[in-house]
């Protein structure tokens, strides 16, 4: 963290937190994008500088992603079920994004970190054939960061310890 000089960590970083940086530009894509604004108030991309740093792009499917194996109307918000279909949605979503903010999309993007529930071999396939096989980065490799998020049920924890005797 910088400091300015004279400045205790606290000072600064109350400072940092009550400054809100003019420069940033905030995009949505239409359709899920715009209604996300309005409805929750998070945007889908800010540019800061030269970077374009995306919100987490989920499954929606809208008629605005030409990549869609479906076409969907703008106001259905379909989520596919299965998790191939999900992938290659995301995929589709985030090079939306990344053109809505001004990007060229996929071909510019150097790190990735993705999220699974669950976190198995169909969804690492789906990521594999998105980012070396199809459109979005055949021509260059990238950084990748994988998580599993894994959630919290406590009746089925109690359920699995009552079974394992414990």
Not at 38 to 47: D, F, I, N, P
Not at 98 to 126: C, H, T
Request: glycine share 8%; aromatic share 8%; with cysteine.
């Amino acid at each position: 963290m910088l400091l300015s000089h004279g400045m205790s960590p606290r000072q600064s970083t109350e400072r940092i937190l009550s400054h809100t940086p003019s420069h940033l530009q905030y995009y949505s894509y239409p359709g899920y994008g715009v209604r996300s604004r309005e409805t929750l108030r998070y945007s889908q991309a800010v540019r800061v500088g030269d970077s374009i740093e995306c919100g987490g792009q989920g499954a929606t499917s809208t008629l605005l992603i030409p990549y869609t194996r479906e076409r969907m109307g703008p106001s259905t918000d379909k989520i596919h079920t299965e998790i191939d279909a999900q992938i290659d949605q995301a995929f589709a979503n985030v090079d939306l994004n990344l053109k809505n903010a001004g990007g060229k999309g996929w071909s510019q993007v150097f790190k990735i970190r993705s999220y699974y529930v669950p976190l198995n071999d169909e969804a690492m396939k789906a990521m594999v054939r998105n980012i070396n096989i199809n459109k979005y980065m055949p021509d260059h490799q990238r950084i990748w960061t994988v998580l599993s998020v894994v959630a919290h049920d406590p009746e089925a924890a109690a359920r699995a310890r009552e079974e394992r005797g414990g």
